[in-house]
T-cell receptor, first 112, second 110 residues
Framework: DAEITQSPRHKITETGRQVTLACHQT?????MFWYRQDLGHGLRLIHY???????NKGEVSDGYSVSRSNTEDLPLTLESAASSQTSVYFCASSPGTREWQFFGPGTRLTVL | GQSLEQPSEVTAVEGAIVQINCTYQ??????LSWYQQHDGGAPTFLSYNALDGLEETGRFSSFLSRSDSYGYLLLQELQMKDSASYFCAVKDTGGFKTIFGAGTRLFVKA
């Protein structure tokens, strides 16, 4: 069955370290998204991609970067982790012609 | 700016009907969708409205009034498993970006 996976599911890191969160989908969706979820803020868009080699900034992109080298993967990199980036991160995808998104299981990141 | 407003919490009794409202203010509008999220889980899609009116999917229905920038999610025959957070979301006409509300926590009591 097609799915969207994230790894790791839990990560603890130290301030200043570079961290990469993986997202992999097997639906062959063109559109992929990264969100962070914090209490009281719902889901906030970090970066998104419409296809291979395309990346765009969302509303909270500072300190994050993404790259899209193939259809299946959109890794999220925290260049220098900060305590303010402690959060739950969700990856999502959509085929582009439909109006909803499929979410991955999430990654809980703690920056100490 | 762009914003979506929905109540932070709603409590209802098992078997009852509950309505979760959502008002939005966005630069563009392409449709209103609803997602459910259980504690520790991922958001899952429930329904979508692009046109005015009511969409029904089993025990869940969703309504949209574009002229009022307003929609709601209606849950009927509430079950304990419906206790979760519910997010409304608007798709921006500028692309495929989706803007989410802060979520409504639904508590279903026996």
């Amino acid at each position: 069955d097609a799915e969207i996976t994230q790894s790791p599911r839990h990560k603890i890191t130290e301030t200043g370290r570079q961290v990469t969160l993986a997202c992999h989908q097997t639906w062959n969706h063109n559109n992929m998204f990264w969100y962070r979820q914090d209490l009281g803020h719902g889901l906030r868009l970090i970066h998104y991609s419409y296809g291979v080699q395309d990346t765009n900034k969302g509303e909270v992109s500072d300190g994050y970067s993404v790259s899209r080298s193939n259809t299946e993967d959109l890794p999220l990199t925290l260049e220098s982790a900060a305590s303010s980036q402690t959060s739950v991160y969700f990856c999502a995808s959509s085929p582009g012609t439909r109006e909803w998104q499929f979410f991955g299981p999430g990654t809980r990141l703690t920056v100490l | 700016g762009q914003s979506l407003e929905q109540p932070s919490e709603v409590t209802a009794v098992e078997g009852a009907i509950v309505q979760i409202n959502c008002t939005y203010q966005t630069s563009g509008f392409y449709g209103l969708s609803w997602y459910q999220q259980h504690d520790g889980g991922a958001p899952t899609f429930l329904s979508y409205n692009a046109l005015d009116g009511l969409e029904e999917t089993g025990r869940f229905s969703s309504f949209l009034s574009r002229s009022d920038s307003y929609g709601y999610l209606l849950l009927q025959e509430l079950q304990m498993k419906d206790s979760a957070s519910y997010f409304c979301a608007v798709k921006d006409t500028g692309g495929f970006k989706t803007i989410f509300g802060a979520g409504t926590r639904l508590f279903v009591k026996a």
